[in-house]
């Protein structure tokens, strides 16, 4: 690892992301998340790499999808209508199994919105990031060297799982500046690329990269065949940090940026006597339900919040199972949760004094 440096957050990706081999970027600008690409393209010609401003987002991950396929590390960034207008692209990713790794710094939403910070994108990501029967990886990091680590985490799974990876961060992550050591080139981890198109010479079959087919029943067998690979995914790579769960009697549950202020709140209610804990998904998919689902166990019940109307809030009902009250406080539009609010929605849950 390097020494600590202090790094904005969308710089930090973009400089993780060539540390962890990616020599390839293919982008378009857009608020909050314009530094990862104005990063990329004052450092990719200094190191023999690609940068690459498309005409448009569609453009740009139908660049990354041939990247992928020829074997390389290849990344893109965006921010929340820019994701949705790559979404034709990264179904075409997924139904090619190609792995790469998607940035997307949220902002508000639906439409234009605003550029404030957002986790409003959570189904977008989760549930229909493109359309057919798909997954991403789906990373939520709630700190700038978190953030870094994550570019690594995304690279290796999506390579050994041969899945599209995305880091799901927001305005505020992508602008804040923390200090962070970087882990240095070698420490790649290495993945068969065999079936990458990168030329034959006549000594192997052709390799096609297609998400056509064209018989109902070869497209099924391939759906079925690339959920194992997804029921690998969640039994093997679920990532979620637990916080005082010990002893707590409430569980909230945050993930990104606002799980740093839910810690907050956390703090001033333990100093008030009431015990609460925190369960933050670092995967967002696959979703930790075990964790959750052991928490029934012995809390009495539990408190998601979000910077969205509640769109992670159906995923802890359903590891709830209705054992235990589910709760939501949250803030949409860009404005962000504070402690003194999370504190009193806590204490306003089944009489928590």
Same mark, same amino acid.
Request: hydrophobic share 40%.
């Given at each position: ?53 498309? *005409? ?52 508000? !939403? ?19 990031? !493109? ?141 008030? !006597?009431? %015990? ?21 166990? %012995? ?34 539009? !860009? ?8 504190? *009193? ?9």
């Amino acid at each position: 690892m390097s020494e600590r440096v202090l790094v904005k957050g969308n710089e930090a990706l973009a400089e993780a992301a060539i540390r962890a081999g990616c020599r390839h970027f293919f982008g378009y600008p857009i608020t909050p998340q314009t530094e990862v690409a104005t990063y990329m393209a004052r450092k990719m010609p200094k190191i023999g790499g690609t940068y690459l401003q498309a *005409e448009s987002e569609v453009a740009a991950i139908n660049m990354v999808y041939g990247a992928a396929a020829a074997g390389v590390r290849v990344m893109t960034s965006s921010s929340s209508p820019g994701i949705s207008l790559k979404s034709e692209g990264i179904s075409y990713l997924a139904g090619s199994d190609l792995p790469c790794l998607i940035i997307n710094i949220q902002r508000g !939403g639906p439409g234009l919105g605003g550029i404030q910070p957002s986790q409003a994108d959570y189904w977008q990501a989760t549930r229909a990031p !493109g359309h057919g029967d798909l997954h991403l990886l789906v990373y939520a990091p709630n700190n700038v060297q978190e953030m870094v680590n994550l570019v690594f985490e995304a690279y290796d799974k999506a390579e050994q799982y041969r899945v599209p990876a995305m880091i799901l961060g927001d305005g505020l992550l992508g602008q804040m500046m923390e200090p962070v050591s970087f882990p240095e080139e070698g420490e790649i981890k290495q993945h068969d690329k065999s079936w990458a198109v990168t030329g034959h010479k006549n000594q192997r079959k052709h390799n096609i990269v297609n998400s056509l087919y064209l018989k109902a029943d070869e497209l099924e067998k391939t759906v079925l065949d690339r959920f194992e690979r997804y029921a690998q995914i969640e039994a093997n790579e679920v990532m979620v940090e637990e916080y005082l769960m010990e002893d707590a009697e409430y569980a909230i549950v945050a993930f990104g940026a606002t799980s740093r202020i839910a810690k907050a709140a956390i703090q001033q209610l333990r100093d008030q !006597g009431v %015990k609460v804990g925190l369960i933050r998904p670092i995967t967002l998919w696959p979703f930790p339900k075990e964790a959750i689902a052991k928490a029934c166990d %012995k809390v009495k019940g539990f408190l998601t919040v979000e910077m969205s109307m509640g769109q992670m809030l159906d995923d802890v009902r359903l590891a709830v199972n209705g054992r235990k009250p589910v709760e939501f406080f949250g803030h949409t539009g !860009g404005i962000v949760p504070t402690p003194a609010e999370i504190v *009193e929605a806590v204490k306003a849950m089944g009489g928590a004094k």
